[in-house]
C-alpha cells in the first residue's frame, strides 16, 4: 500500500500539489514584477497627455452621422501638401523606430501610403507611439494626420511622394490570433526564390483555404477590378451594337449537351440538371425576335477535370444574334467585341495591370487591328510541319493547342487568333454543317496566348434538321420538345458564341492557373470558401 498523508493523498501526490503550488508563486512574483516596472516606466514617461487621440472605438452602430469628409489614398499627391485628412485603411505592416517615433504602411486596395508617428508635446505620447507600433497588420484603422511632401521617394508604397503625419489613431477592428501567412509573403514575385529564415513562399492551396485574407493583396485587388472592367467592357459593347441583357433559367429538365457533363440535382419528385450554358435559352430568346442578346451568368460543368485551366462553376459571357447573309457576321463582330476589351484593358486599366505584372511577370499581350484567322484544316498544317502526327489530330488537345499558340506567335506575331471551319464530329447537335463539305461546320474558336477563350458558331435553325441532328449525336429529341418546338413556329438564322470570364482575365495577365482569376473558385476538389 502507498503511504497516505494529508487528506487520504499519497505522497507522489502531495509533492505534486507543493511543486504547483510553488509554480504558482513563481509566475505571480513574475507578473507582479512585470507589473511594479510597467508602472515604473509609465511613471517614468509621465502623464499620457495624448490619450485623447487614440485608442480602440467603440462597436461601430451607427451611433451618429457627422459627415466628415473621408480621403482615398490613391487620390493623393504633392499637391495635396500641408492638407489635413481623415481616412480608414488598413495596417499593411508597422516599424517602431524608437521609443518616440514610428511608421506605418497604410493600404487601401491597392494603394499604400506611409504614415509616420513621432512624439510632440500635444498630441502625439510616448504611449501612443508604442500602442500604434503594437498593433496587428491587417488591422483597420481611422487616422487623422496632416499630408507632407516626402523629400525622397517612398520605395516601399504606391503613393511615393508624400506621407502622413499622424495626429489621431483609431482601431475600427483588430486582428484575432495569427495570420495564415503576410501579405508581403503574398504578395511576392512568382519568380522571385524561397530564401529560408527570410520569406515563405505561399502556395496556391494555402491561400485558397484562406482566401479573404489573398483576396486584401494588392495583386489580387487589381486582378478583380480587371475582371470587373471584361464584364463591364463586354456589356458596354454589346448595349452600343443593338443588344439585350437577358437572364435565363440554371435548373434545366434536360441536359443541354451530354449527359456526363451536368449536375444532376433532385427536383420536388424528379430530377433538373444544372445549366452547362444559357445556349437553349439564347435560342429560345431569337426565335421570340429578340434579335440580338446576351447574359453575364454561371455556368455548370460536372467534368472532373483537375487542370490549371478547369472550374466546375464559371461566369459564361454569352451572346446570340441573328444572321441576315453569313455566319462570319457573327464571328466578326465577335472579333470587333474582343479588341475592344483589350484595348480597353491597356488604356483604362493600365495601372491594375502594372500591379499584377509586379507579381505575374509576362510579356505583354499582343493582337493585330487584322485578327489571324486559319481554317482547321491550315491549324493543322501549322502543327503537322512542327512534327506533330496528323492521325492524331482529328482534335487539337490542349497540349498541341498550346503548341500551336506558340507558332502562331512565332510566325505572326499576335497571341490572339481564331480557327474557323471545325469538323462536325467536334461540336454540339445544334451547330449548322458547312454547305459545300457535310463533314465540316460554321462553327469557330477563339484563341489567346494558345488556349481557347470562346466556342461558337451558326446553330441548327430548322426543326426538322435539327431532329436529324440529335438522333445522330445520341439525345432524344422528345426530352427536348419545348426547345425544338420554338423552332416550328419559325426562327430566323442566328448564331452566337459563349466565353469563360475567368479564362480571359487568366490569359491575358498570364496568371497560369484559371483559380487565381475566380473569386471564390469551384473545382472537382473545392466546395469551400
Given amino acids: 500500500m502507498p503511504e497516505q498523508g494529508e487528506e487520504g493523498l499519497t505522497k507522489s501526490a502531495l509533492k505534486k500539489m507543493a511543486k504547483e503550488e510553488e509554480k504558482a508563486r513563481k509566475k505571480a512574483e513574475k507578473a507582479a514584477k512585470v507589473k511594479e516596472a510597467e508602472q515604473v516606466r509609465e511613471a517614468a514617461e509621465g502623464p499620457d497627455y495624448a490619450a485623447a487621440y487614440y485608442g480602440k472605438l467603440p462597436l461601430h452602430q451607427s451611433q451618429s452621422r457627422p459627415n466628415h469628409k473621408r480621403t482615398d489614398i490613391a487620390t493623393l499627391s504633392a499637391k495635396n501638401d500641408s492638407e489635413h485628412v481623415l481616412l480608414r485603411a488598413r495596417i499593411q505592416t508597422s516599424r517602431l523606430q524608437s521609443n518616440k517615433m514610428a511608421f506605418l504602411s497604410l493600404r487601401q486596395r491597392t494603394d499604400t501610403i506611409q504614415a509616420m508617428l513621432a512624439v510632440d508635446d500635444k498630441q502625439v505620447s510616448k504611449q501612443m507611439v508604442k500602442w500604434a507600433a503594437g498593433l496587428s497588420d491587417e488591422s483597420i ?15 516601399s508604397c504606391s503613393i511615393d511622394d508624400v506621407e502622413i503625419h499622424v495626429t489621431e489613431l483609431w482601431l475600427v477592428a483588430g486582428v484575432e490570433g495569427r495570420l495564415p501567412f503576410s501579405l508581403d509573403d503574398a504578395s511576392r514575385s512568382e519568380t522571385a526564390p524561397e530564401i529560408e529564415g527570410q520569406f515563405s513562399k505561399v502556395l496556391l492551396d494555402t491561400r485558397l483555404n484562406n482566401r479573404i485574407v489573398d483576396l486584401r493583396t494588392q495583386t489580387n485587388q487589381a486582378i478583380f477590378k480587371l475582371q470587373h472592367a471584361i464584364g463591364d467592357l463586354f456589356r458596354d459593347y454589346l448595349n452600343n451594337h443593338g443588344f439585350t441583357e437577358i437572364h435565363s433559367p440554371k435548373l434545366q429538365g434536360a441536359a443541354t449537351e451530354s449527359g456526363a457533363s451536368v449536375f444532376k440535382v433532385g427536383y420536388f419528385k424528379g430530377n433538373a440538371f444544372l445549366a452547362q450554358s444559357p445556349q437553349l435559352a439564347k435560342q429560345m430568346a431569337i426565335a421570340a425576335d429578340f434579335e440580338r442578346v446576351y447574359e453575364i451568368g454561371p455556368v455548370f460543368r460536372a467534368e472532373d477535370s483537375n487542370t490549371h485551366r478547369h472550374l466546375t462553376e464559371f461566369i459564361g459571357l454569352d451572346l446570340e444574334m441573328t444572321i441576315e447573309e453569313h455566319y462570319h457576321e457573327v464571328k466578326e463582330l465577335l472579333d470587333g467585341m474582343f479588341k475592344t476589351i483589350f ?28 485578327t489571324l484567322t486559319l481554317t482547321f484544316r491550315e491549324a493543322v498544317d501549322l502543327l503537322v510541319e512542327d512534327g506533330v502526327d496528323r492521325q492524331i489530330l482529328d482534335d487539337i488537345n490542349t497540349e498541341n493547342e498550346k503548341r500551336l499558340g506558340r507558332l502562331v506567335k512565332a510566325k505572326y506575331d499576335t497571341d490572339y487568333f481564331i480557327i474557323d471551319k471545325f469538323p462536325l464530329e467536334l461540336r454540339p447537335f445544334y451547330t449548322m454543317p458547312d454547305p459545300n463539305d457535310p463533314t465540316l461546320t460554321n462553327s469557330y474558336d477563339f484563341f489567346m496566348r494558345g488556349e481557347e477563350i470562346l466556342s461558337g458558331a451558326q446553330r441548327i435553325h430548322d426543326p426538322e434538321f435539327l431532329c436529324q441532328q440529335m438522333q445522330a449525336k445520341g439525345v432524344d429529341p422528345e426530352s427536348m420538345k419545348g426547345y425544338i418546338d420554338g423552332f416550328r413556329m419559325g426562327c430566323p438564322p442566328h448564331g452566337g458564341g459563349g466565353i469563360g470570364l475567368e479564362r480571359v482575365l487568366m490569359l491575358f495577365l498570364k496568371l497560369n492557373n484559371i483559380r487565381r482569376a475566380s473569386l471564390f473558385p469551384r473545382d472537382p476538389k473545392r466546395l469551400e470558401p
Fill in 141 to 155: 484603422v481611422l487616422v487623422h494626420g496632416k499630408v507632407v511632401k516626402s523629400p525622397e521617394s517612398i520605395k
Fill in 343 to 370: 484595348k480597353g484593358l491597356r488604356e483604362r486599366y493600365a495601372k491594375e495591370i502594372a500591379v499584377v505584372g509586379k507579381q505575374f511577370e509576362a510579356e505583354e499581350f499582343k493582337w493585330k487591328e487584322e
